[in-house]
């Protein structure tokens, strides 16, 4: 950096375009006169290396400069400004996508960390800024007595991260997607144009900013829908021989709907071979406990109590496992995860079937392959795609691997090509927070009829072509 850059940031005075342009060249000839850029743009070593890694430890892109906006209008801004400067942008939640979408190499990462207030909770709905993570907005909702009717498995996400990509949790056979769970978005498009979108107001971009890989706009505040919270979740862990077995018991749960959450995952047993597991979770106020007999009538012999929780502490109980891992070394390594959904018809074969092509060192001893099954009726957000039956099952390889070897991880990335080459070819659908290159006619595939939806308001809201190039989407 500049001495008088330095002097300049470190006086907190905003940094111009004029200054911009003279430090970042690349100004198209012929371009209107640069309008002054407000928020100051960070180009320090240490600013531009975090943003260049991401929990995958995979892709590294370094930008040119990060930014931190404040207020919807400064994210305006600054998408004004990279359109006339030809730079790329990427919006960086909290930086836990696994192969690099929210990177932009030689050009802005947008850190929406400053993003985060709470803004209101209301008896059905609270407003939120995109920078928040679910923890922060799930401890201000049940303060008065309120919850997010979806959650992720892990709360350290953003709003605006989950929102870009879908956000699946136990409740989705009920409620769909956190995609599916909201009022209003607040937005800058690509053109750096602020708007408000619902499904009655600009209706289009509302749909194609909802698990639309943030290539139209860049989310700057949610209203979302609540629910009454309960007071607890007990949880149930049901162990199983084989997938054959498991997926039966899964199958009947989910068809009488007795419990309120249904996972279900294969874990490494630690000797070279697998463990079965479904995993269970029923809502209740303490003046009605659960009948265990009664919801665990006809299921597995083999079952336990493994927790029982506030509503509060169970959500966040992914915490303990994050804490391990960091403190293991585990949560720095690279994640080459793989993430999917199977149709209902085919899942246990082709699950067995790639199962059968594995070992647990491919997955690390805390890794695991997540594999429930779940109603789709409740999925209703176009861009998120789901195998067109009744009942999917995600499929996912949460590999952790015990070693940061990055040859070690660049294989796994090509696996796990091959594996969602045979899943796709049976019919199941990619969800893509996953590890793996995609190219353009790889998306229009996976798009599918939705493609012409995406495509059009990309070209209509991001006619420069600047949202985030990590997808490779365009
Ligand atoms: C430990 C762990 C557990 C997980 N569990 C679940 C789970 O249970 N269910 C589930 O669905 N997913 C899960 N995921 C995946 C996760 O939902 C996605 O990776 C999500 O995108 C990460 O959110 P983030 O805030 O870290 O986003 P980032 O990694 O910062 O960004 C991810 C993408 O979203 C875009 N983006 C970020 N903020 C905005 C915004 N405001 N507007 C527009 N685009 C934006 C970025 O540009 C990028 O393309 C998990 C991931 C991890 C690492």
Redesign the pocket.
Known sequence: MTPDRRTLLHAGVSVTATLASATFAGQSPGSPEPQPLKTLPLDDAESRAAAAQ???HIIQRQPRVVCKPRSSAEIADILRWARQQELKV?????????YG??MAEDGIV?D?SA?TAIHRVEPDRVVVD??A?WHAVLEATLAKGRAPPV????L???????????????SSSRHG??TDQVWELD?VTGEGVELTCSSTGHAELFDA?RA???QC????RATLRLMRAPERVRRYLLHYTDLDSLTVDQRRALGDARFDQLQGAVVPDGAGGWRYQMEAGVFYDSSTPPDDKALLAGLADKHEIVSDLTFGDDANA?AK??KLLRSNGQWFNP?P?L?TYLRGSNALAVANKVIAGLNSDDLGPFGRITYYPMFTGTCRTPLLRLPDEPVVFPFNL?RIPASPDKANADRQVARNRAVYDRIRSAGGML?P?SALAMSPPDWMDHFGPRWPLLREAKHRHDPGGI??P??DLF
Do not use: C, K, P
């Open positions: 991401d929990f995958g990427a919006a960086r939640g909290q930086g836990h996508a696994t979408r929210a947008m929406l993003l995109a920078g993570t959650l992720t498995n892990y350290g996400l953003s709003v605006g991260g989950t929102l870009a990509v879908g956000g699946i949790g136990g997607l956190q937005i900013v639309g890989l943030a706009a860049i989310i700057t992914f496992l994050e994640h995860w993430l949460i969800y927070v949202l985030t990590g997808y």
